[in-house]
């Protein structure tokens, strides 16, 4: 059964295109790590009003494929901020061309932790907002 997009707004959109597969023709889990990995980079950068270098990309979980031509939408909020690092959780939603884009369905669930750090790349402590 087809899903619901979240109602907040998507951080980012992307449609999956034939560049974007792997040998056997499926969309390459690598390439939807990338844009998690853009996605949250956004969240956390946003948060911190810096800069951040990705230090982790934990339960990364691939639920379902992602076909050429689907409109991947990532949805991300932050989970937890410690002294310098900060965890945000994604959500990957597709709605399929192949179906009018009448078909929705979560296809992906990721964490990604970043380290807000300096100009010389050293951790920074992230200021309470
Ligand atoms: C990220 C980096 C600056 C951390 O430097 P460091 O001196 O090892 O820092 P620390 O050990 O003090 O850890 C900093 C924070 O990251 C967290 N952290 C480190 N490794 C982690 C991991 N594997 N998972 C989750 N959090 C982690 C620590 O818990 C700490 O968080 P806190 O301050 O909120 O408690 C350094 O490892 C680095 O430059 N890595 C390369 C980053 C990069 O280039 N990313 C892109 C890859 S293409």
Request: aromatic share 8%; proline share 4%.
């Amino acid at each position: 059964m087809s899903q619901q997009l979240p109602s907040e707004h998507a951080i980012l959109r992307i449609v999956a295109r034939p560049t974007d597969v792997n040998a056997d023709g499926d969309i390459f889990g690598g390439w939807l790590m990338s844009q998690g990995d853009i996605a949250g980079s956004i969240v956390a950068t946003r948060y911190v009003k810096g800069h951040v270098v990705t230090v982790a990309a934990t339960n990364f979980r691939f639920i379902k494929p992602v076909l050429v031509s689907d409109i991947v939408s990532l949805y991300g909020k932050v989970k937890h901020v410690g002294t310098t690092s900060i965890t945000i959780s994604l959500d990957v939603y597709i709605e399929r061309k192949a179906h009018d884009y009448d078909f929705i369905d979560k296809v992906a669930e990721a964490e990604f932790v970043y380290v807000h750090i300096d100009k010389q790349g050293k951790p920074i402590p992230i200021q309470a907002i």
